[in-house]
């Protein structure tokens, strides 16, 4: 009998047997018993395994979809690094998205040195991407919706490009998840997750992973983490496991929260634009996430584009929403997006992450800070 991928999240790591424990072990440990020639079936160094990683690789590879190999690393960035690290070799060029992660950019600008060069397009401009990818061979690196625009790219119209060029596809997933997103299904090789946004879903943890159907390709990622160093330590694991459990309540409800925010936004006099797919009567944004759209979206206030004061101001005015980076917390969070300096937002907007407050609660808070 096979049971639902939620239903699984929930039960790996935890043995059927009289005695055992329920709740996930945290085995902290750098080394295990081991003597004689190597044997790969077990343990032996806490480089190569950890009994805690185990289980959050078990979990995500369920939620994607059968046939799915997940490897886990120490952060989203580190995560990307291997995976741009497996996928360049023998390309010179990373076709990726202009308003994505920055982050994601930034460390791509450093491959260079190594061979490969950072080229951004727009994802929705199919004709740029294909030129992009006719110059050289290239791995595509997408992400929908983007970051901090929420954009939603046609995942299953650049697979197609892609593989017309003959270039890996992979995509960042991680501000839908794999309950709300599957771009393995919509043809993508490979998608990459910062475990610390919705996925562990509690501020408490930094962690990555990468999910293929690959196993030529998850063996060269365990392979670069193993030799790279970026693991996931073991209470890291353990607090990714134990948050990952509630992810399919939590991500509904940030959802919902998101929806009611973002109509209570639209409508609101100080606030010109709000970017949410949630919002969008667009076919693509419903076909491609029709359980919901996830916790994040953005806004830019009325009055000039440039003005960073006023948007910090309403960031400072909140009681409840906590001014902070980042966002898939049980808390909700917010910022002016261009604070960080390689950020592309204009001045005036603001991205949020919906908690799992009450929706009244957020929007109440939202009332008094757009005050400001
Ligand atoms: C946060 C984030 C990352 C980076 O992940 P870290 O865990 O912070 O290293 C990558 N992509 C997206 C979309 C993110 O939001």
Redo the contacts with the bound molecule.
């Keep these: 009998m096979e049971f639902s991928a939620e239903a699984t999240l929930i039960h790996v790591g935890t043995e059927r047997r009289v005695g055992a424990p329920v709740g996930p072990v945290l085995m902290p440990t750098s080394t295990y018993f081991s003597q004689g020639p190597q044997d790969r079936s077990l343990p032996g160094y806490g480089r190569n395994t950890n009994p805690g990683w185990e289980a959050v690789e078990e979990a995500l590879a369920a939620i994607e979809g059968p046939g799915c190999h997940a490897v886990t690393f ?7 690094m291997a995976l741009l690290l497996a996928l360049a070799e023998g390309r010179e060029r990373i076709v990726m998205l202009d308003d ?2 920055y ?2 950019r930034d460390l791509v600008t450093k491959l260079r040195p190594h061979g490969a060069e950072l080229v951004t397009v727009d994802l929705l401009d199919h004709d740029a991407v294909r030129s992009a990818l006719a110059a050289g061979p290239s791995v595509l690196w997408g ?1 929908s919706p983007t ?1 901090p625009l929420l954009r939603v790219a046609d995942l299953a119209r650049l697979s197609a490009l892609a593989a017309e060029a003959g270039a890996p596809f992979v995509v ?4 839908p998840t794999a309950l709300l997103q599957k771009p393995l299904e919509l043809g993508a090789l490979a998608s ?6 919705s996925l562990s879903g509690h501020s408490d943890v ?3 992973a990468v999910v293929t159907r690959s196993a030529e390709l998850a063996e060269q990622l365990r392979s670069w983490r193993g030799t790279g160093g970026a693991i996931s330590g073991a209470f890291e694991s353990w607090l990714v496991l134990r948050g990952l459990k509630t992810l399919p309540l939590r991500i509904a409800r940030q959802s919902e929260n998101a929806l009611a925010v973002a109509e209570f936004l639209a409508r609101h006099p100080r606030v010109t634009s709000v970017y949410y797919p949630g919002l969008s009567d667009e076919p693509l944004a419903k076909a491609q996430m029709p359980n919901g759209s996830g916790c ?1 979206l953005s806004f830019e206030l009325s009055g000039n584009v440039d003005d960073a004061d006023a948007a910090d101001a309403v960031v400072a005015a909140a009681r409840l929403i906590v001014p902070s980076t ?3 917390g049980v808390e909700s969070t917010w910022e002016r997006r261009s604070r960080w300096t390689s950020e592309t937002a204009p001045d005036n907007l603001i991205r949020l992450g919906t908690g799992i407050e009450p929706a009244a609660d957020i929007i109440a808070d939202l009332n008094q800070a757009l005050r400001a």
Excluded: C, H, R
């Design positions: 120490a952060s989203g960035q580190a995560a990307a994505g992660y982050k994601i992400e970051n960042d997933n991680t501000v990459v997750y910062s475990l610390t946004k930094l962690g990555g994040l980042s966002f898939g």
